[in-house]
């Protein structure tokens, strides 16, 4: 007969879970160069990060975090926290939720999205800091494309549809309701699909 | 590693009964088909209707009115597909009546199976609950009529543990000429049921939650109510449910129900003395909690509580490295992140509603158990609230400003 792991993770996602690093103590941000919060508590994740900043060097030198959320929620925010410090803004502004989850040593498909959110965090913090120092310029806004007009669904939407589990065209459609109407983003959608997959999964 | 282990899951599921295992062990050698006529067969067909009678006589029934079915879902399934096939052609005289009527509060099992009869013309009406999950009676005077056919309403919540008044509903719905189930699933074999007192059509049993073996349950289907099998081709069960007999699970059934006829009468009030010192230690070591499900109208063993600002998962796993094992309202596991319909239903805001988790004691929980958990939890609350975006002491959200 087999017996259960120690755990249901991994042993590095237990450690971050057990000890997180680098939580902010208190509620006082005024001593950070950047906030940044993304999520909402009725979906059940919410994270802030906060960044200090060389402004000479454009280098992450602190970052601390809240979390509301699973254990995964918990430890992909504590493991970029560590990620980030001694990256240049623009390096940190690309860490993509994949590498956080390679860092943890793999998440469960359907815990992908719990550490989207925390690189999400960290490029509103770092957007912030940007805004605060007069280099509006260099804020690098999400921007998304609408692929379905009908529903009015945009290429982040099949993001995270992928990201929560959709894997075919048929389940990207039953949590979007993408092309459920004219049916003429299909192709478009299809293409966005593989990529996302590839990009999340290696798929 | 862990002091202790406590199992406060009961509602998942329950470990054997030492005496079912007993029972369950001594029988491994007996495989015989109870439909053949040797022997072996014979042996088989002995053992399962002694199980059908130790069944049929805790809940006040006939022998020739279980059906034993491979599992509670099962048994609902059947009872509400059973509907479908009423207002069409097996059962002549139900045609006229096309609507069901059940709660937001029940099973998945019951509310998935009622969606998909909604896709096959069946109308579905679902009844609301109050804030402590107790069904509105006058929300189903209102509801039941002509088109009604069948209600189905659970006795006991798996999430919450309230208890419904079955028996009054039961009137109701026969006055108005409707059949009447209940899952009782949660409920037998922790609050007396008697089929005739509650006057249901349809009472689903399973043998996991009660210390019995996982994969075997019983229907009540009252003698003269119109039947019609969800699994067909096979002379089981009286025509009833095809398939040949899971008799090690049934074994493990009756013994199961036996063992509950002993053991109940005197684990309610202690398991209600625990359940209240649980509650009243959690009042007062932990800030900002809100109990769920009906004060007195409630199961003994359930106690289901959310936590401002945590979610639901990471309390969980933090209380099961410290080795207690509990369960979430949040469905976070299945990345879906919906919190708890049954909460929800109760009024209960989404934000509690993930950080909300169910104690379910048992009959082997005690005061040593309660009062280690009662030592860890505190601890662990304060922990996620730190790291948490969502609490800030005295009740304010950083995310509001």
Known sequence: MLQAGEWAYSETLKEHFMNPKNILQGENTDEFDGVGMEGNLQCGDQMMVVIKVDKEKEVITDCQWKTYGCASAIASTSILSEMVKGRTLDQAFHISPKEVAQALGGLPDHKIHCSVLGDKALRAAINNYYTRNGQEDKVKQEQSKVICQCMSITDHDIEDAVLEGARTYFELQERTKLGTVCGQCKDEAEVLLEKFKHIHFGV | ?401
């Open chain 2, 1 to 401: 590693m862990a002091d202790m282990k406590v199992y406060f899951d009961n509602n998942a599921t329950t470990p054997l009964h030492p005496e079912v295992k007993k029972e369950m062990i001594a029988a491994m050698e007996m495989f015989g088909n109870p439909s053949s006529m040797h022997s072996y067969g014979r042996e088989a067909r002995a053992n399962v209707e002694n199980a059908r009678r130790k069944v049929a006589d805790f809940i006040g029934a006939t022998e020739k009115e279980i059906v034993f079915v491979g599992s509670g879902s099962e048994a609902n399934n059947t009872v509400l597909s059973l509907f479908v096939c009423g207002s069409s052609q097996c059962i002549p005289g139900s045609k006229m009546r096309s609507s069901i009527i059940t709660t937001k509060i029940e099973h998945p099992c019951v509310l998935e199976t009622s969606e998909c009869l909604g896709h096959r013309g069946v109308r579905v009406k679902y009844l609301d609950v109050d804030q402590y999950g107790k069904v509105d009676l006058d929300q189903l005077a209102g509801m039941l009529g002509d088109d009604v056919g069948l209600v189905s309403i659970m006795m006991a919540n798996n999430e919450i543990g309230t208890i419904q008044d079955i028996e009054s509903i039961a009137k109701m719905v026969h006055e108005s000429g409707a059949l009447m189930h209940t899952d009782a699933v949660q409920a037998v074999g922790k609050v007396p049921v008697d089929v005739r007192k509650l006057g249901v059509d349809f009472l689903t049993i399973s043998a996991h939650k009660i210390y019995g073996p996982k994969g075997v349950g019983a229907l009540f289907v009252k003698k003269g109510v119109p039947y019609c099998p969800l699994i067909r081709g096979g002379h089981q069960e009286l025509g009833r449910r095809a398939g040949t007999e899971n008799t090690l699970g049934i074994l493990g059934l009756g013994k199961a129900v036996e063992m509950r006829a002993l053991e109940m009468p005197e684990e309610e009030d202690r398991l209600l003395e625990l359940k209240h010192i649980l509650r009243k230690g959690i009042e007062e070591s932990i800030d900002d909690i809100h109990f769920n499900g009906h004060p007195t109208d409630a199961l003994a063993s359930t106690l289901n509580v959310s936590f401002t600002g945590v979610e639901g998962e990471a309390i969980l796993l933090y209380l099961d490295i410290e080795g207690i094992a509990v369960s979430t309202g949040s469905a976070c596991a299945s990345g879906s992140l919906d919190p708890s319909h049954v909460l929800l239903a109760t009024g209960v805001d989404a934000e509690l509603a993930h950080g909300s988790i169910r104690f379910s004691m048992g009959r082997e929980s005690s005061r040593q158990e309660v009062d280690y958990l009662l030592n860890v939890l505190p601890g662990i609350i304060e922990r996620i609230r730190n790291m948490s975006t969502a609490y800030i002491k005295g009740g304010l959200h950083a995310a509001s400003r």
